[in-house]
Structures are given as structure tokens and as C-alpha cells.
């Protein structure tokens, strides 16, 4: 492929640009963050950084494009393929790598397809970084096996066909975390209820004795990072959760519950969180937010 464009150039576009063993031989970036003036000169920056080409809006950066990776936040996922959908090749691959619904996949798709050019469902399946380019990805959709191989070319190593339905990939991905995210929001629940009763150490004695190797002091203190760091974009995906489960009518009680504390959390604006879980729970527990949620 001669030419990729990247829509959104945050954590994982960085990753992915920087773990491919062969760079195509055009990349084109553009991050909404460039049309504020605040954030733009940062972002300039990172496209700099990783040696890619700066677009000033994202029809320019689609424009010719043979492939279009999208990696925006999930409350952009839609108006992103919207907006590529307007600048699209016809036949150009739109990559849909972002964390949403099944059925915000679908309307995605129904933009993409509408203009003659073909639709990826990709689900990221575990963190970019340190994986990067070797980060597990699952595809489905009609265009799924080409779009494999379209990823393998780009660089990617880990790929698996789930199916041809726009929305497969998304779906095991967003049931998935109802308990990768839940038990983040839970563990806050819990060991905040337990520092303030002063039975923490028992408690997570307890759950010691019935946990995998890790104990639960180490999940606890990673889980608390994790939040304090990406709560809101977690918030944002647990939003899409919600209406994963809500489409399916099973049920989203607790994952509604998870976007509020992930919010809470994240909104505390710790880009960098104290070390060590005493220090999280001191920092957390004088928190009006989190005392409110």
C-alpha cells in the first residue's frame, strides 16, 4: 500500500507507527486536537516525532488514500467514518479499529459502504503498548479476509478472521469488557470500602486465597492506575458497552455503574498517579468526586 492515512494520532496510532517493522511509503495523520490552538502545537509535534505527515483536516489526509486506519475516541467512532465517507476512494479501506458498539460499527459502515468504499470491523484485544504492531486484532465484515491481508501488509502481525458481519469483532470485544473494565470500577468499589472500615489488609488477604498468582494489593494499585490515567476514555467505552448489552436485552445495570465510577475517576485529572495503592487510596478517598459517586 502506497499511502495510509490515520485518523486520530494519539496512543495507538503512535504505537502502530512505531512497531512496524516496514513503514509504508506514505503516512498521512490528522488528529481533531490540531484545529484547537492549544493542543495543536503538541500534536504537530507528535507527527513529527514519529515521521508522518501532518494533514489539516481529515479530508486531506483521506483523500488517495489506499487504507484509512481509524483510532479516534469512541465518542468521535461514527462522526470519523462520517467525515472519511465524504473524501474516500471508492474502493478504499476504511479501518474501523476503535472501541464501539456493534451497532455504531454498523452505522459506521453504512456511511464507508454508501460511498463505494469497503468497511473493516477490527477489535484491539489487548493493550498497544508494549504490543504494538503485535497487538492481537480480531476483523469481521464482508471484506474481512482482504482486509486482513490489508492489515498483515500494513504491518500488523497477530490478525484473526471472526466472521463476515460488521459488528462480530466489536461484539466479542465490548462483552469482553463488561468484566476486563467492570473489574476495574469494582476493585475501587471495594478496596475504598474496605481502607475506611480499616479491614483492607484482610480483605485483600481473602481475595488472595481464591486468586490466580498476582496479588490482589499488585490488581488492586494496577487497576486504580489504569482508571486514574484513562478513566474517561474508558467511560467513554463502557458507554458503548452499555448499548452492546442494551441491543442484546440481557441487561447493563453494573456496566452503567462502572461508566460513572470510571468517570469520577478519570475526571480527577491524575496524569500521573501516586505510587503504590495507600497512596491511591489516601489520593482517592479525599476526593469530592469519588466520594460522590
Known amino acids: 500500500m502506497e499511502t495510509i492515512a490515520l485518523i486520530g494520532f494519539g496512543e495507538a496510532a503512535s504505537a502502530f507507527v512505531g512497531g512496524w517493522a516496514e513503514r509504508p511509503a506514505s503516512l498521512r495523520a490528522f488528529d481533531i486536537k490540531t484545529l484547537n490552538s492549544t493542543t495543536a502545537p503538541a500534536k504537530r509535534a507528535d507527527y513529527v516525532a514519529a515521521g508522518v505527515a501532518g494533514a489539516d483536516s481529515a479530508a486531506e489526509a483521506v483523500d488517495g488514500a489506499a487504507a484509512i486506519l481509524s483510532l479516534v475516541t469512541a465518542d468521535q467512532a461514527f462522526a470519523a467514518a462520517e467525515g472519511a465517507a465524504r473524501s474516500i476512494a471508492p474502493g478504499g479501506l476504511f479501518i474501523d479499529m476503535n472501541s464501539v458498539a456493534p451497532d455504531t460499527k454498523r452505522a459506521a459502515a453504512r456511511a464507508i459502504e454508501t460511498a463505494g468504499a469497503r468497511y473493516l470491523d477490527v477489535a484491539v484485544m489487548a493493550p498497544v503498548d508494549p504490543a504494538r504492531a503485535a497487538v492481537p486484532l480480531l476483523v469481521s465484515g464482508p471484506h474481512a479476509e482482504e482486509g486482513a491481508r ?54 485483600l488477604a481473602s481475595l488472595d486465597a481464591s486468586s490466580a498468582p498476582a496479588t490482589w494489593a499488585e490488581r488492586a494499585d494496577y487497576n486504580l492506575d489504569r482508571m486514574m490515567v484513562h478513566g474517561l476514555r474508558r467511560a467513554a467505552e463502557m458507554e458503548e458497552v452499555v448499548k452492546t448489552l442494551d441491543a442484546l436485552g440481557t441487561g447493563s445495570t453494573i456496566s452503567r455503574g462502572t461508566v460513572e465510577r470510571q468517570r469520577a475517576i478519570g475526571g480527577l485529572g491524575y496524569g500521573r498517579p501516586p505510587a503504590g495503592l495507600e497512596a491511591k487510596l489516601t489520593a482517592l478517598a479525599g476526593a469530592n468526586k469519588v466520594e460522590a459517586a
Do not use: H, N, P, W
Open 150 to 203: 490489508a492489515l498483515r501488509a500494513i504491518g500488523f502481525i497477530k490478525v484473526r478472521v471472526v466472521g463476515d458481519e460488521v459488528g462480530r469483532a466489536s461484539s466479542i470485544k465490548m462483552i469482553r469488557s463488561v468484566i476486563v473494565k467492570g473489574i476495574e470500577a469494582l476493585t475501587a468499589e471495594c478496596a475504598l470500602a474496605a481502607d475506611k472500615a480499616g479491614v483492607l489488609a484482610d480483605v
